[in-house]
C-alpha cells in the first residue's frame, strides 16, 4: 500500500511563507494526482491546489497568486509553496494522493495525516 508523510506545517505571522512536504512511500506502481486539501474549524475540508502527472495544476481561488504546488516524480513527493500567508489559510493541510500500488488495480485515493498551519494576524 502507500504510505504519506507530511512535514512543514507551523505558526507563521501573516504575510509570511511556508513550504509544506508530502512524500509517499511503500509499494508504488504509479501515481496520477498529489494533491493538498485543507480543514478549518468549523468548516468543510476544501481542496487548495493539486498537479497531475503531465505538471498540470489546478488551484482554489482563495490562493491563486500566492500558493504554488510541485511534484518530484523521482521522489514521489509534492510540495506546497505558500506565500503571502494570510489568518483565512489557518487549518490542517492534508496530502492527497491518487495512485495505484498494482498494475491489475484500479488508483486508490490516500491521505497523509495533516499538518497543522496556522498564520496569526
Known amino acids: 500500500q502507500v504510505r504519506l508523510v507530511e512535514s512543514g506545517g507551523g505558526l507563521v505571522q501573516a504575510g509570511g511563507s511556508l513550504r509544506l512536504s508530502c512524500a509517499a512511500s511503500?509499494?508504488?506502481?504509479?501515481?496520477?494526482?498529489m494533491g493538498w486539501y485543507r480543514q478549518a474549524p468549523g468548516k468543510q475540508r476544501e481542496l487548495v491546489a493539486i498537479?497531475?502527472?503531465?505538471?498540470?495544476?489546478n488551484f482554489a481561488d482563495s490562493v491563486k497568486g500566492r500558493f504554488t504546488i510541485s511534484r518530484d516524480n523521482a521522489e514521489n513527493t509534492v510540495y506546497l509553496q505558500m506565500n503571502s500567508l494570510q489568518p483565512e489559510d489557518t487549518g490542517v493541510y492534508y496530502c492527497?494522493?491518487?495512485?495505484?500500488?498494482?498494475?491489475?488495480?484500479?488508483?486508490?485515493?490516500?491521505w497523509g495525516q495533516g499538518t497543522q498551519v496556522t498564520v496569526s494576524s
Open positions: 511503500g509499494s508504488i506502481f504509479s501515481i496520477n494526482t
Open positions: 492527497n494522493v491518487n495512485a495505484k500500488y498494482n498494475p491489475f488495480i484500479g488508483p486508490r485515493e490516500y
Open positions: 498537479i497531475n502527472s503531465g505538471g498540470s495544476t
